[in-house]
């Protein structure tokens, strides 16, 4: 790629059980990573019926991060680590796996029974290999703990999820130097996108956007040209993901919900899950099988 030319990611669709399906942009075959993300999910929009959740039942992970934030719906978090934990929108939940975590995420029974809408990202961040092994740990941030602040005459509204950017850093506790960002745009409203960091990325959640002259709708991504200042602009009322970093210190294999530098580090993950060998999420009598490679 060019640095000055733009990446256009084409999502693929993924089922995660009961014909509930989000749109994944990273891995894909045009790009595998954008700085330390090395995955990335868009969830929904979609409106579950009562009596319809989403369950995601514990499955392991090695030599990441994980995060998830939602801008409508509600999951609730629980662990290896025994920590249990709703998430809503606006704030964080990031869990370091390190040599190695199980969790599950669940639609808690109030809103599975009421009905409500869920839409949301989630993602994994590559750990440095000097980390890839810590102890595995959990933090949550609430939404009034994360930067918020507005530009552009009131009609862009920035929180910063995590990381640094814009005179500004996150309480998220990160392994490396990266940035993500939430921006709710108004008609009109523009964003001038970080240019400190060699990755950058554009994720469209709603509404849509012009950049250098292009539109751009709902699930599009587009990974920047690194040398060259970028603006998103609202054409209507909008919001984006904007995220970033350095790139992590050597390649990285991603297998299921593994992730780390060698082939044999991932075989070794998986035939601990396999064993049993991960500790049991409290509370949990289910968890997904390891699937064939």
């Keep these: 790629m060019n640095q000055t030319e733009h990446q256009h990611i084409e999502p693929r669709l993924h089922d995660l059980g009961d014909g509930f399906v989000v749109r994944r942009m990273l891995p894909s075959a045009q790009r595998r990573s954008v700085g330390p993300f ?29 995060m998830t934030y939602l801008f409508d719906g509600v999951f609730t978090h629980r662990d290896s680590m025994g920590v249990v934990q709703d998430i809503r929108p606006g704030a964080v939940n990031w869990m370091t796996a390190g040599r190695g975590v199980a969790h599950s995420e669940r639609t808690p029974a109030l809103e599975r029974s009421a009905g409500h809408r869920l839409h ?91 950049l250098d002259g292009s539109a751009y709708e709902v699930h599009d991504m587009l990974v920047l040209g690194s040398d060259s200042p970028v ?50 999420v409290p509370g949990e009598t289910e968890f997904i099988p390891l699937p064939d490679k």
Excluded at 41 to 59: E, F, I, N, S, W
Excluded at 170 to 191: A, H, I, N
Aim: net charge negative.
């Design 38 to 66: 090395v995955f990335l999910d868009h969830v929904g929009p979609v409106d579950l019926a009562p009596g319809k959740g989403v369950d995601v039942r514990p499955h392991p992970h090695i030599g990441l991060s994980t």
């Design 120 to 210: 949301g990202v989630q993602f994994w961040v590559g750990l440095p290999g000097g980390d890839a092994e810590v102890d595995p740990s959990f933090s949550h941030h609430s939404r009034d703990q994360l930067p918020e602040w507005i530009e552009d005459n009131d009609k862009v509204r920035i929180r910063l999820v995590a990381g640094e950017a814009l005179d500004r850093r996150s309480p998220v506790p990160v392994y490396s130097r990266l940035f993500c960002l939430d921006v709710s745009l108004r008609d009109g409203g523009s964003l001038r996108v970080p240019d400190e960091f060699p990755e950058r990325a554009v994720l469209v959640v709603e509404g849509s956007i012009e």
């Design 231 to 280: 603006v998103v602009k609202a054409t209507g009322t909008a919001r984006v993901i904007v995220l970033g970093g350095d790139p992590l210190d050597g390649p990285r294999h991603v297998w299921w919900n593994f992730v780390a530098a060698s082939r044999e580090r991932i075989d070794q993950a998986a035939a601990d899950w396999k064993a049993g060998r991960f500790d049991a």
